[in-house]
């Protein structure tokens, strides 16, 4: 079985920070890219980073310079670092990874909610 297994997630006040984990757990596949994506209730579905085995960084304008990515390759594993976090950011984060020949595996994590309030 493979599956996106995601931590992070939580209460945190404006201003503060949280570091999202996404591992890709029981993979048969080899992971070329992994990244995440965000979706407030009522909302699309918003793209906020991601980064390929080769290290190569996607961040959304949205989070850029308070959000970053980074990867460890050997643990499939790929972070999010949110420092200064506004309510806006408040959301169900989601682990997104693809792999296989041809990037034809398309994996979604089950989501881990972040909630910014005073």
């Known amino acids: 079985q493979v599956q996106l297994v995601e931590s992070g997630g939580g209460l945190v006040q404006p201003g503060g920070s949280l570091r999202l984990s996404c591992a890709a757990s029981?993979?048969?596949?080899?992971?070329?890219?992994m990244g995440w994506y965000r979706q407030a209730p009522g909302k699309q579905r918003e793209f906020i980073a991601f980064i390929t085995d080769g290290g190569i960084t996607n961040v959304a304008d949205s989070v850029k310079g308070r959000f970053t990515i980074s990867r460890d390759n050997a643990k499939n594993t790929v972070y999010l670092q949110m420092n200064s976090l506004k309510p806006e950011d408040t959301a169900v984060y989601y682990c997104?990874?693809?792999?296989?020949?041809?990037?034809?595996?398309?994996?979604w994590g089950q989501g881990t909610q972040v909630t910014v309030s005073s």
């Open positions: 029981g993979s048969i596949f080899r992971v070329n890219a």
């Open positions: 997104n990874a693809q792999g296989g020949t041809g990037n034809l595996v398309n994996l």
